[in-house]
Structures are given as C-alpha cells and as structure tokens.
C-alpha cells in the first residue's frame, strides 16, 4: 500500500501544470503566454472586395498567406457614421466609437466655442525632427485608452509601443496615450518625425533613417507598373476622366514620373506606391533597432499604410494606378511577413491587418454607367442655406459648416442674439431634406423619433459626440457623397462600399479558418484583449470574436 502511494505521489508530481510549480522565491518559474510581438496594420482606405478583387494576382506571402495561414472575417463592417480615417484609426484600437472616444472626424468643431480642432492638434507640444509645425501633435484628444496602453498598464508600462504612418493621425492614435514613440512624414523635410510628448529628440537610429535620403532613392525610380500593364484589369487603357492629376500636374498614364515631383517637395511621395515602401522600412528598422519582440515582456508595433488612401482619393478604385498599389503592397507584405519570421520566428508574433473605411465608385463612372449617384454640392447648399437663415434671423453665418456630414450651428451667434436653436435646426432639416440625394435628415436631439432604419440609427447614435458634434446629421443617397471634384473618389458615409472593411488575423493563438458572421470594428480591440489576456480598452463596446482565437 505504500509502495502505490509512493508512486501515486510521484507520479503526481510529474503531471503539476509547470505555471503552478514554485521557484524558491515563490514566484512562477514560466510567465503567462502571449506573442513576443503584436503588429497591428491599418490599410487607410482599403475596401472589404480588394482582398479578392486582386487575389489572382497576390503572391503567397502577402494577403494570400493572411488569407490562407489566418483567420478572415468576410463580414467585418464599420458601426457608425461618418466613416473617416481619425475615426477608424481610435476605434480598431479603443474598441469604442465617436459618442465615447471622441474622435468625431479628422476635424471637428468643439460646439461650445465654434472652433475647428485637427484631431491630434496639440498647441502644447514641438515638432521634434523638423523646424515645421507637422510635429505639433499627440493623442491628447482621444478621450479612452487603447488595446496599446491597455497592454502597457498590464506590464507595469515594460512593454514596448511604437506607431508608425504617414499620416500623423495614424501613427498617434493607434499607439494610445503612453506608446514609447510615434514617427510621421514631415512634406518639409521628408524626414520621419515626432512631436516632444514622446520625446526631446529622435532617437539615432532615426536620425541615420533620415539621413539616407530614402525619398529620393524611391521617387527617382519614377512609377511604372511591376507587371506589364496589359495584364491589369482596370481602366486599361490607362487614361479616363475619372481621374485626377499629380502634384506636377500629370495625367496618372504610365509610366508616372515621380521623378519630376521632387522639384516640388517631399510630399509628391504621399501618393505613389512608395510611401507604403518607405513606412515598411522605418517599421523595419523600429523592429531591429528598438529590439522589438526581443524583450521580456509582449510588444506592440502599429503601421498604417497612408499611400493607398492619398492614390484612392486622387484617381479612384478603378484605375490601373489603384490595382498596381495593391500589387506592390502585397509585395511589400511578403517581404515584411519574412522578415517577421526571421527576427521572431514564425508563429511567435500575431499581425492583424484591417482598414478604417472604404470609398465610394467615382459617381460619374457610376452615371455613365446608369447606376444611381451623384456629388452633393456641399458649398453652395451651405451658402443657399445660411442665405435663408439670415434672412429670417438677420444674423450671418448661423451654420458654420457642414463637414462629417453634420449641420453644425454656430452656438455662439445663437446664444448672443436670442435665437431659438431648435425653431432653426427645424428650419434647416425642412430645407434640406427636399434637397437632391438627401435621404435623410436627423435632428440628433429627437434621434429616437426619427423614422430612420434602426441599424442607420444605432451609427448615428455611436458617431454622436455631444460636444464635437452637429446638431443635425444628414444621410444621403446610395452613391452620392459630399465631393468637391469630379475625379477621384471618397468616403464617409454608412454604405457599404464605405463600411465594408477587410479583418484578418494570423499568427501567435490564431485560428485557421473564416466566418461570415457580422462582426464590429469595435470588435477587434477586444479580440486583442483576449489574445493578450488584459483589461480591454476603457471605452470599449465590442465584443471579443471568439472564433479568431485558439
């Protein structure tokens, strides 16, 4: 009988999980599990349909790989209105929309005071890389925390969190309130940059970046296609007028010579397939130089691609330069994913890749075409609109503007004379509503008696922020949107092609696999949450998609 207990116990000791075995201090010998490296990829701009409108022509490494190795939601939608890039950018990584995070727009006016305020404006903070005012920014303004700073707090602040973008906002949004860092591209410079909330001065390896004149190593290979351009299936032949101009004002026809915007500053490399390049290779250089998922604890790297929102708005998502942007970045895709192997190994790090809005087909394409569209002349139907309020209430200027879709009053000018605000937001919804591709008009203090479609509702309602908000939130037509050319194309409203966005996971406690369940965008910090076993976000009103995880 002793001999089987001796065993029994022995045995036992064999079977111990090792999280629970002791080391003489006590404490756990194996720390909990999680990926050494998190690497969050926002694609400004990219439609749900470019994953497979283009697969054909992927390589294996790049969407194919997040396709095939991963998990994708097919059915991943945007949960309010409007749909713009500051506002996709802090709800991927707060889980939480507008109402509560309280990035509005990329510009929204503070109702209290009428003044515009840039998303990440900071008048507190200095430009560090640069004599411009581009590094005047931080995160300020985002009122709830991210999955990023979650993971921070989580690790006794041990972890690492660094974003990277062209565009100012998405790099500071998606790295939260503590990142280590966040670089943006300086026109001025063509430096990569960073404001004082981070830091004093760019740490060397930057500076050695800046120094090797990247921008113009890229932009004097000037812009041809990688494939020959019979083999594209857009807009080919490769001239339309549905397309817009470059900065030295020439047709987008191929080859485009970007070496010829240089005469015009850095900034020609916004819309080329270069600048996703060059943010590849700054996040590059962050991995190995900053060490990242080389440390103790899990680190966070954010990179969005700005490149295929500037080429979008510029020539369209029908153009033979929108497909060969897609095609390059694919590339660029496999090249990083097999660097990421390297340094990590593979299976040891989790990407996630995802967009923060779409855009709409050019609308005269979509009328030629004899489907249902149309500009909605913005300027002139608030110059006709403040025109009849004055008129009544001889005062000038009583609706300042009508950007992200909204009816915003100037609150002071009301206040000041008297006014009834509400006997003019009447006004303004009984002019507007007969309007050309209007379909709708909200008065958003009488949101719930609007006879609206509840899902149309609940957006409105999630992109409402009272204080950064209008009074009034107009909806328009299918196909129609707020544009002021006829070229190009843009985004911003709940439609489809506008909300519809790719989610893909792959990597570290990822699933293989695919569901047409409809998810959130504020879905997916939760998801990171759970994959990270930390607090979600403060503000966050997703849910974790449970299917993605292991």
């Not at 929204?108 to 640069?130: E, H, M, N, P, R």
């Not at 062209?166 to 949004?173: N, S, Y």
């Not at 030295?248 to 080859?255: D, E, K, R, Y």
Request: contains cysteine; glycine residues 8%; hydrophobic residues 35%.
């Amino acid at each position: 009988m002793k001999i089987k207990y001796l065993l029994f116990l022995l045995l036992f000791s064999f079977t111990l999980p090792s999280s629970a075995q002791k080391t003489k201090s006590g404490n756990p010998q194996n720390k909990l599990a999680r990926p050494k490296l998190v690497v969050g990829i926002v694609v400004d701009q990219m439609r749900y349909d470019f994953l497979y409108r283009f697969y054909n022509r992927y390589e294996s490494g790049g969407f194919k790989r997040l396709l095939n190795e991963g998990f994708s939601c097919e059915n991943a939608s945007i949960d309010y209105i409007p749909t713009y890039t500051a506002i996709g950018h802090s709800t991927v990584y707060t889980g939480s929309v507008p109402s509560i995070h309280g990035i509005a727009g990329n510009d929204f006016i503070i109702q209290t005071t009428g003044k515009t305020l840039y998303c990440t404006a900071d008048s507190i903070v200095k430009t560090v890389g640069s004599t411009s005012a581009a590094g005047e920014m931080s995160p300020r303004n985002l009122l709830s925390t991210t999955v990023t700073d979650e993971l921070k707090m989580a690790t006794n602040f041990r972890s690492k969190v660094i974003g990277i973008a062209m565009k100012d906002r998405g790099a500071i949004l998606p790295a939260g309130h503590s990142a280590n860092a966040a670089y943006w591209f300086d026109d001025l410079t063509g430096n990569w940059i960073s404001s004082t909330y981070y830091m004093n001065a760019l740490p060397n390896w930057v500076q050695t970046f800046n120094q090797s004149k990247r921008v113009e190593k890229y932009m004097k290979q000037d812009w041809n296609t990688l494939y020959p351009i019979s083999t594209y299936t857009q807009s080919y032949p490769d001239s339309n007028r549905y397309e817009g101009k470059f900065s030295n004002s020439a047709q987008g026809i191929f080859p485009i010579k970007t070496s010829a915007m240089l005469a015009k500053g850095f900034g020609g490399i916004r819309s080329t397939p270069y600048g996703n390049s060059i943010t590849l290779d700054l996040a590059k250089a962050a991995i190995e130089n900053e060490a990242l998922g080389q440390n103790s604890d899990t680190d966070f790297l954010t990179v969005s691609f700005s490149s295929t929102d500037y080429i979008g708005h510029q020539l369209g998502h029908n153009s033979v330069e929108i497909e060969d942007t897609y095609l390059r970045l694919d590339h660029d895709l496999s090249s990083f994913f097999t660097f990421l192997d390297s340094k990590m190994g593979k299976g040891n790090y989790t990407v996630f890749l995802t967009s923060d809005h779409g855009a709409a087909t050019n609308a005269n394409l979509l009328k030629d075409k004899n489907i249902p569209a149309g500009l909605w002349p913005g300027k002139e139907i608030l110059a006709d609109l403040n025109s009849l309020l004055l008129s009544k209430y001889k005062a000038p200027g009583l609706v300042i503007g009508l950007g992200n879709y909204q009816v915003n009053l100037n609150n002071l000018l009301i206040a000041k004379n008297k006014l009834n605000e509400q006997e003019i937001v009447t006004d303004c919804i009984a002019f507007l509503k007969n309007k050309p591709g209007v379909a709708f008009v909200v008065n958003m203090q009488n949101i719930q008696n609007s006879s609206i479609p509840d899902e149309l509702r609940s957006r409105i309602v999630n992109g409402y922020n009272a204080e950064r908000s209008g009074a009034i939130q107009l909806i328009l037509k299918p196909g129609w949107y707020l544009g002021y050319s006829s070229t190009g194309t843009t985004h911003g409203t709940w439609n489809s092609y506008d909300a519809h966005i790719p989610l893909l996971f792959m990597g570290w406690g990822i699933n293989k696999g695919k569901t047409n369940q409809a998810v959130r965008m504020t879905d997916i910090a939760p998801t990171v949450s759970a994959l990270l076993h930390i607090q979600e976000p403060n503000g966050s009103i997703g849910k974790p998609i449970v299917e993605v995880l292991k």
